[in-house]
């Protein structure tokens, strides 16, 4: 590679050039519209790739069913949430009312628990909905700044009116060239390599 | 619930006449559309105007505010015997209006009503702004609000809790729970909406700052799966949240033995009223709106009939408690209860009683009929006819119940004074200060739920 005489703000490796091939994320293949991606989803998943995902502006129920996911364990999460939630609620105030500091109000017993219900409610639904929230940004593994697929060029449509499926490069039965071969085949538009 | 939500909306004789959307829509004119508002339209000096003028009001509010902490709180007309004036109302008032954005984006949701795509998003952003303001008013009543963070059962060196047994204390857990809740229910339900402006942004700062709250989203499918089901399980949980703060803040009245407030009709017909006053409240905000931006085609008139028709069913609800009141104050035989509705309907204050009853049951019964359901200029004005008379609702609550209880001794009367109005006044600066940034800064229509209602939407076999 010659040197330019002048200093060159330009990449020291252009494609071309590089010594490795950078590591390849997956093969990202683009679509027009819902249905071709997910017949497409469907006809990989069946070719027997397993490492795969679809890229959609709405949420389309179809879609995770043909990439194979169907199962998450955010209702259980918020179930555990909701349970510490009632448990701790309700036992705060037993213990603040009725062990270190009892005091008579009215003669009502120190454990007067009907009104102790409501606050209970409350702090039931309060950690269940941070259960729901949070749980569902840890196993989305949100906020993640940087993703790979990001650089597909055209991703930003992404979140318009394009649909993307990705074919990723740890599926045990990768191989570039007839993953490529399988995405053009199904319809898309564009197929392009994800570099990580 | 997502089987249904990917159809398009077009089956059945009534969608035909009025289409929940323009059906000429498309994925890509929704989502250039509601962004442009926010990226691209420039800021109307129309937008400045009303946003200097509630900003004004805002400050009206911080003056008041102020005042008060220098003063103390016998700037307000409040005083034995009537220690809650409308500071208390207001509260009341506030946070009944912000019930209708969480009806609107929990209940309909689960009841896989589709219209409220369309509504969801500003009505949540109203009931986070109404709370804001509702949240203050009891704060800034206690007297010395700088130890309000006393209502906490945090560990302190007096060695006591609070009492849990008050209602009061259930309030606080209740207010702070539904505004935790409804900031993270909004939140969530932005996500995928900051993604969709963070790449249509072309402003290296609002590229950034999109980029930042939309936390990385690249709406994939396994992360959209994960969401709907955070969604949906946050809906499932604000359905009861909703009915539990109303609940709770009418057991503040109904715990208490003061004729007129010890009612076991108390809940449901607070939860009513709620429903009622923030469906007005959606209606005066939403019927302007979709005019100067535009949103004919997304807001439809399909929206303004169901809404109108939910202020009808709900003001129905309300009315019945009224006459339930009433039959109770009778029916009772108590004396205290039966002087309690007597004067209210003949005491010092009975113009208040009537004036509410001509606003809360009579004017909606125009919306009996179609042709004024289809009138916007009549909707209008009967949501803030509407508006008026729950406000009015919970000063006779308040006032008419405490100026004259057991003893005739300890009656006295209630005015409220220019700084209870200064206050209220900058409440509604301040709320419309927040709406003015909010259709400004942010999508004011989901767009991506948007996309889900779209006759494309649909996965063909």
């Known amino acids: 590679m010659e040197r330019e005489p002048t200093v060159q703000v330009t990449d020291t490796h252009p494609p071309g050039h590089r010594r490795h091939a950078p590591p390849l994320y997956g093969v990202m293949a683009e679509f027009e519209n819902p249905t071709d991606l997910v017949a497409a989803a469907r006809r990989v998943y069946a070719a027997g790739y397993r490492r795969i995902n679809g890229y959609s502006p709405y949420p389309i129920e179809e879609l995770s069913e043909a990439i194979g996911f169907t199962h998450t364990s955010l209702p259980l999460i918020v179930f555990i949430g909701g349970l510490i939630g009632a448990v701790g609620g309700f036992f705060m105030q037993y213990w603040m009312e009725v062990i270190d500091y009892p005091l008579n109000v009215g003669g009502k017993p120190y454990n007067s628990w009907p009104a102790f219900i409501p606050i209970t409610f409350e702090t039931t639904v309060l950690c269940a909905a941070f259960a729901a929230v949070l749980g569902m940004l840890v196993l989305n593994k949100l906020p993640q700044p940087y993703h790979p697929v990001f650089n597909v060029p055209n991703f930003a449509m992404a979140t318009r009116d394009r649909f993307f499926l990705a074919v990723e490069a740890n599926d045990p039965k990768f191989d570039h060239a007839e993953v490529v071969a399988l995405l053009k085949s199904l319809g898309a538009l564009e197929v392009n390599d994800v570099e990580v | 619930m997502q089987d249904e939500a990917h159809k398009p909306y077009t089956e059945g004789p009534m969608h035909t006449t009025t289409p929940v959307i323009d059906p000429g829509l498309t994925f890509a004119s929704v989502t250039d559309k509601i962004s442009s508002i926010v990226l691209k339209r420039k800021t109307s000096l129309a937008w400045f105007f009303g946003f200097a003028i509630s900003f004004a009001l805002f400050q009206l509010m911080l003056l008041a505010i102020t005042n008060l902490l220098f003063v103390g709180i016998g700037v307000w007309g409040v005083n034995v015997p009537v220690a809650w004036g409308v500071d208390i109302l207001n509260f009341v008032w506030w946070i009944g209006i912000g019930h209708a954005g969480t009806l609107i984006s929990a209940i309909l949701l689960l009841l896989r009503q589709r219209w409220r795509t369309s509504i969801n998003r500003f009505a949540e952003a109203m009931t986070l702004f109404a709370v804001a303001q509702a949240g203050m008013y009891p704060i800034f009543h206690l007297g010395r ?68 709250l939309a936390m990385g989203w690249r709406g994939s499918a396994r992360h959209w799966h994960r969401y709907e089901m955070a969604y949906l399980l946050l809906a499932g949980l604000a359905t009861p949240l909703v009915l539990s703060v109303h609940t ?7 715990v208490g033995i003061i004729p007129g407030w010890h009612a076991t009709i108390f809940p449901p017909y607070f939860v009513a009223g709620a429903i009622y006053a923030g469906f007005a409240m959606v209606l005066l905000l939403t019927i302007p709106l979709r005019r100067f931006y535009g949103l004919e085609g997304f807001i439809t008139m399909r929206h303004m009939h169901n809404m109108a028709k939910v202020m009808l069913a709900t003001g129905l609800i309300v009315g019945y ?141």
């Open chain 2, 145 to 212: 609000p700088w130890l309000m963070y006393w209502l906490f059962p945090y560990p302190n060196t007096m060695g006591i809790w609070p009492q849990f047994r008050s209602p009061l204390m259930w309030d606080v857990f209740a207010v702070s729970t539904y505004a935790t809740v409804s900031a993270m229910f909004w939140f969530v339900g932005l996500i995928p909406d900051f993604a969709t402006l963070r790449d249509r942004a072309r402003s290296k700062p609002f590229q950034i700052l999109y980029g930042m």
């Open chain 2, 248 to 254: 709770i803040v009418s057991f503040d009245f109904a």
């Open chain 2, 321 to 461: 408690g009224y006459i339930m009141e009433a039959f109770f104050g009778w029916y009772s035989g108590n004396k205290y209860e039966r002087f309690m509705i007597w004067n209210r309907m003949h005491g010092p204050y009975s113009l208040y009683y009537w004036a509410l009853i001509l606003c809360n049951i009579i004017a909606p019964q125009f919306l009996w009929s179609k042709k004024i359901r289809s009138s916007l200029l009549a909707l209008w004005i009967i949501s803030f006819i509407v508006s008026i008379g729950m406000w009015l609702e919970r000063f006779v609550i308040v006032v008419t119940s405490l100026h004259r209880d057991y003893l005739p001794s300890s009656w006295g009367m209630y005015q409220p004074t220019q700084w209870d109005w200064a206050m209220f006044i900058g409440t509604i600066g301040f709320f419309f200060t927040l709406l003015f940034l909010f259709i400004r800064f942010l999508p004011m229509i989901s767009i991506f739920e948007m996309r889900t209602i779209l006759p494309e939407a649909e996965v063909e076999d």
